[in-house]
């Protein structure tokens, strides 16, 4: 009779620490929940960096390693490197769920600067406009403030979802 009473009493208590912890990780599951309100794709992508991940743009899916994070950009190097604005991703896939605050100091380099980066390399690049099927390929002729020239084309950086070349600009 004592076994039972022991076994009862054994199981009451089980039942109590699971009570106990299904609580606590309810009670850690909404401050996690609050914390992720407060963080940022930004933070997100920071944490990424040395990672392989999987970006999705409008024309294609980009499969590498995060090389660099800039202004308004990530560098991603896989079959090759590519440089994507950061308001042309529709979808990533990424290892883990780290988060990074501090920036990096070189992020404040953007579009422009990969551009002239592969411009003063006579880098063969290829440039996706969003709303247009496939990409334009050449190299950069000019690249001013806020556009490029290439192929006989003046193109906004405000339209370029992706560029696309054999080299890292940033390495």
Not at 54 to 66: A, E, L, N, Y
């Amino acid at each position: 009779m004592d076994d039972r009473i022991d076994a009862l009493l054994a199981d009451i208590e089980a039942a109590d620490s699971a009570a106990q912890a299904h609580a606590r990780r309810g009670e850690f599951g909404d401050e996690v929940a609050g914390q992720a309100a407060e963080r940022t794709l930004l933070e997100r992508l920071r944490g990424a960096v040395g990672s392989t991940v999987q970006v999705t743009i409008p024309d294609r899916d980009v499969t590498g390693v995060v090389r660099f994070l800039g202004r308004d950009i990530v560098v991603v190097a896989g079959a090759e490197v590519s440089a994507i604005a950061i308001r042309a991703v529709r979808g990533l896939r990424l290892p883990s769920r780290v988060h990074r605050f501090e920036a990096g100091g070189l992020e404040r380099l953007g579009m422009g600067s990969a551009l002239r980066r592969w411009s003063a390399a006579h880098e063969e690049v290829t440039i996706d406009v969003a709303d247009r099927f496939g990409g334009i390929r050449g190299r950069c002729d000019l690249v001013g403030a806020d556009y490029v020239e290439i192929a006989g084309r003046v193109i906004p950086f405000a339209v370029i979802s992706a560029i696309h070349a054999h080299t890292d600009p940033f390495e």
